[in-house]
T-cell receptor
């Protein structure tokens, strides 16, 4: 079955420190991979995607993610966290087919403390 | 483009009543998704359409839920009859094939 796992319900970091939010997936073929962020009482906002090419992709607000095919992972990273980065983060995968549905992980709450 | 537009933003209804949620996807997008978000179950995919055709409705909880997409610019999610356990935030999202989806602001449904 196709699935996405975010092993941490919550990640706590101090402002200015690097952050990592983990994601692993189980999808056949070469899926497309995405990260989204959700602020309270808002919809999900797209952050970045991996389709093909360089394993390190850069996205909005200074976030980046590293694709690792052998480990089937797509971890979200940022070199220096901001308090305003505190939010709920979702990893998602989409199988590369005409009818590929978008599958989300359960979400990870990022708490950045001053 | 105004993005994905959902209406209403908030809906409070009594148990047993019919509820209809509406979605206008981004113009030109050919995939549309309906998700439900709750604290207990997280973000669940209910149904998705490709070129107005329902592709996978395996996430629809039961027969009380139905979704339609009569044309490329409009979709509805209907619950009849509604129950308190249907209370959640319902999101609509649209995308081009293979690419990222863009989400609406959601409809917060409360069934009392």
């Amino acid at each position: 079955a196709q699935s996405v796992a975010q092993p941490e319900d919550q990640v706590n970091v101090a402002e200015g420190n690097p952050l990592t939010v983990k994601c692993t997936y189980s999808v056949s073929g070469n899926p497309y991979l995405f990260w989204y962020v959700q602020y309270p009482n808002r919809g999900l906002q797209f952050l970045l995607k991996y389709i093909t090419g360089d394993n390190l992709v850069k996205g909005s607000y200074g976030f980046e993610a590293e694709f690792n095919k052998s480990q089937t992972s797509f971890h979200l990273k940022k070199p220096s966290a901001l308090v305003s980065d505190s939010a709920l983060y979702f990893c998602a995968v989409r199988p590369p087919s005409n009818t590929g549905k978008l599958i989300f992980g359960q979400g990870t709450t990022l708490q950045v403390k001053p | 483009d105004a993005g994905v537009i959902q209406s209403p933003r908030h809906e409070v209804t009594e148990m047993g009543q019919e509820v209809t949620l509406r979605c206008k996807p981004i113009s030109g997008h050919n995939s549309l998704f309906w998700y439900r978000q709750t604290m207990m179950r997280g973000l669940e995919l209910l149904i998705y359409f490709n070129n107005n055709v329902p592709i996978d409705d395996s996430g629809m909880p039961e027969d009380r839920f139905s979704a339609k997409m009569p044309n490329a610019s409009f979709s509805t999610l209907k619950i009849q009859p509604s129950e308190p356990r249907d209370s959640a935030v319902y999101f609509c999202a649209s995308s081009l094939q293979y690419t990222e989806a863009f989400f609406g602001q959601g409809t917060r449904l409360t069934v009392v």
